[in-house]
């Protein structure tokens, strides 16, 4: 594990035992302290971007992809097929639809990494099983899918193999262009990447 995402886990430990001595409206369906800080210690929370890349170039049933950042910035663009559950509507009957469904691979995810997993402590702590995060959020699945890098002679086949996978999901995804980083994953009725013209930033930066 990398320092940034060591630092990330340090964060989400200190945010888990904020909400251990949050009052409880219903403790019966509030997670035991002690189970909400082995599940903060746990990576398996976190989905690549290469996994759920690959999930939905499968059309993968069991995926729901929950964008957690402000409905405007989900209109401009999102991932395909994804739902918009702002952060402050997590805990509303609204949201309850999406996060209840147990069959569902409940995947969050936001500009960056820490929204989406505040989300993820926010449905853990409500008791929402199979809920996950997607490492990074959009700025990684810009640099990695949307715009991978090729690399460089004498590195692991392994990396070219992971390179050219990437290449062919960003082509499907509508990647590989100048605007591919504004565009990130903008919702078309398909669902498909659709360039911003003018724009060459990436997904509103952190978060």
Known sequence: M?????????????LAFGFVLLPKKDFSKDLAAEDMLLA?????????????ANMILNRDPSLLLIDVRKAD?????????????????LLTEGADMYLSQTAKTKVFYSNGSIYSSQAWLLSKRKGYKNVFIMRGGLNQW??????????????????????EARKGASQFFGGGSADASSSAAGASKSGSPTPKKGKKKGAAGGC
């Open 2 to 14: 990398n320092l940034r995402y060591t630092l990330l886990s340090i964060i989400l430990l200190i």
């Open 40 to 52: 903060v210690l746990d990576d398996s929370r976190f989905l690549s971007t290469d996994e759920v």
């Open 73 to 89: 910035q989900f209109s401009e663009f999102n991932l395909r097929g994804a739902v918009n559950l702002p952060l402050d509507s």
């Open 142 to 163: 810009i640099e990695t899918i949307m715009q991978p890098t090729e690399p460089k002679p004498g590195e692991p086949q392994t990396a070219f193999q992971t390179y």
